[in-house]
């Protein structure tokens, strides 16, 4: 019996989500949440963690996951975003990072993070910014 009781805690601790941080991108096979497409450049992927479960969402473009959470009633301060770093692919914390224009996204938004400013790099504000302007002239289709 004491066994079936250490097997039963096993089952109920150790399959609990981790309900912290990023999460692992299973490349080319996790989906964007947003346009529904494969996750497959390490260059320009983002994950959401937030909600009333913190749930972590995942992305394929910096851009899918800005849209996508304009669209969810959510607290923003309690909401976690991260982006990888174009450079390497390490993640980031998006609200810390800096973004170079005029890079090819895998949904044309344009922007790469980097950890620390370059020349010419937008905060995230300006980034966001810039994001949700693209859609617009768009008419929010991308």
């Not at 607290?75 to 991260?82: A, G, V």
Request: hydrophobic share 35%.
């Amino acid at each position: 019996m004491k066994k079936m009781g250490w097997i039963l805690i096993f089952l109920l601790f150790g399959c609990n989500e981790n309900n912290t941080g990023y999460g692992k991108v299973h490349w080319d096979r996790d989906i964007c949440e947003r346009c529904r497409m494969v996750i497959s450049d390490r260059h320009f992927a983002a994950q959401v963690r937030g909600g009333e479960k913190n749930q972590l969402y995942k992305f394929d473009d910096l851009g899918c996951a800005l849209w996508w959470l304009k669209q969810q009633a959510w607290d923003d301060t309690r909401t976690q975003i991260w982006v990888t770093d174009y450079l390497n692919g390490e993640w980031l914390d998006a609200r810390q990072a800096h973004y170079v224009s005029g890079l090819k996204t895998p949904m044309d938004y344009d922007l790469g993070a980097v950890k620390n400013p370059v020349s010419g790099s937008l905060n995230f504000e300006q980034a966001r910014e810039k994001i949700l302007a693209i859609d617009h002239e768009h008419g929010g289709n991308i």
